[in-house]
């Protein structure tokens, strides 16, 4: 099922973030209690979705989203490996798109790690493109038209 993120998924929402994308993102991250503070700050930004089993298990999955305007920025995106491949990343964006179009969005992006191959194939398959690469950020931007 896919929810809204309650405060009770950010211990599973950080240790999502610990183990599936600070391993592959090319920058430095604090650890620990750091990581927790500074990632709970961030899902205050914006709006937060959280995939679980039902609606009172933990997260297995979430994504963050924020909006500037028309646009909506796709900021995090996790799935715990056990529950991968069963379509809750594309449920995830599914649900953020059609918010987005909700709030007024035109256009979606998102930044991917230039070396996260997984993840650009995923944004891909969803109908993103290229829009700029980033070298400051070692990061590609995708574009996607809500």
């Known amino acids: 099922m896919i929810r809204w993120r309650r405060f009770r998924d950010d ?3 950080v240790e999502l973030v610990r183990t599936q994308l600070v391993p592959i993102s090319p920058w ?3 650890r620990d209690r750091r990581l927790h503070t500074d990632i ?5 930004k914006g709006a937060t979705l ?3 089993r039902t609606n009172r298990s933990p997260a297995i999955g979430f ?7 028309s646009k909506l920025f796709i900021d995090l995106l996790a799935v715990d490996p056990r529950h991968q491949n069963k379509k809750l990343g594309t449920a995830l964006m599914a649900r953020a798109e059609a918010y987005g179009r909700s709030r007024g969005c035109t ?10 191959y997984r993840a650009l ?3 891909r398959r969803l109908g993103y493109a290229a829009f700029s690469a980033v070298p400051s950020l070692q990061a590609v931007e995708l ?3 809500l």
Do not use: T, W
């Open 40 to 44: 709970v700050r961030r899902l205050r």
């Open 121 to 123: 194939r995923f944004y």
């Open 11 to 13: 211990k599973a929402i």
């Open 143 to 145: 574009v996607k038209s």
């Open 63 to 69: 994504l963050h989203m924020e909006f500037r305007g």
């Open 107 to 116: 256009a979606a992006y998102v930044f991917v790690d230039e070396l996260n």
């Open 50 to 52: 959280v995939a679980s």
């Open 28 to 30: 430095q991250h604090p």
